[in-house]
């Protein structure tokens, strides 16, 4: 007589299964990821088809290799603000952007800050994607007490159509190399 497994025991096998596969791969996901403040956000990105599990990141990742700019448009993609901008870009324009355009939209600001006038603009059109531009401008400078200078930067990128545009607070105090998002 043979004996016909039911839905429960093959739903605990891959279940008993699964664990061991995340125990040796469980340091490499976490690595995946960029550390968030909370456990409640996706690193400061908007939850949603972009970005709601470290999962499909991976497997967005995979895809896009294999399948180029196709898997993007499917929306299996997730972006997180990379390291190297996180004092430049904001997240709602980062968690938009892969982290070729991130660090193309942050040299953009830079640029912009080190000439410090307002209305200086700087645009960018993405290198890894197509359909995919930005541009940083001054609106205003301020000079503050203690030597500090703050400007607002206004972001604008195009991702597909989407248009998203940020207004951000930078400064620099006295003796500080460039000017960083202020908090």
Aim: glycine share 12%.
């Amino acid at each position: 007589m043979r004996k016909i497994w039911g839905i429960p025991a093959v739903l605990a096998a891959c279940m008993l299964a699964a664990a061991p596969a995340e125990a040796q791969f469980g340091s490499l996901l976490r690595k995946v990821t960029a550390p968030s403040p909370s456990s409640d956000d996706n690193g400061g990105c908007p939850k949603g088809k972009k970005g709601s599990s470290v999962g499909r990141g991976i497997l967005g990742g995979v895809i896009r290799d294999a399948v180029g700019d196709a898997a993007s448009k499917a929306g299996v993609y997730s972006y997180v603000p990379i390291a190297e901008v996180s004092g430049t870009l904001t997240d709602a324009i980062a968690c938009k952007l892969d982290p070729a355009e991130q660090v193309q939209a942050a040299k953009a600001t830079e640029e912009i800050t080190r000439g410090e006038e307002v209305g200086a603009t700087a645009n960018w059109t993405s290198e890894t994607r197509e359909n995919v531009s930005g541009s940083s401008t001054i609106a205003s400078i301020n000079q503050e007490g203690g030597g500090r200078k703050c400007m607002t930067v206004n972001d604008f990128i195009i991702v597909d159509g989407e248009e998203t545009q940020v207004s951000k607070r930078m400064c620099k105090g006295p003796g500080d190399a460039r000017y960083t998002l202020a908090a």
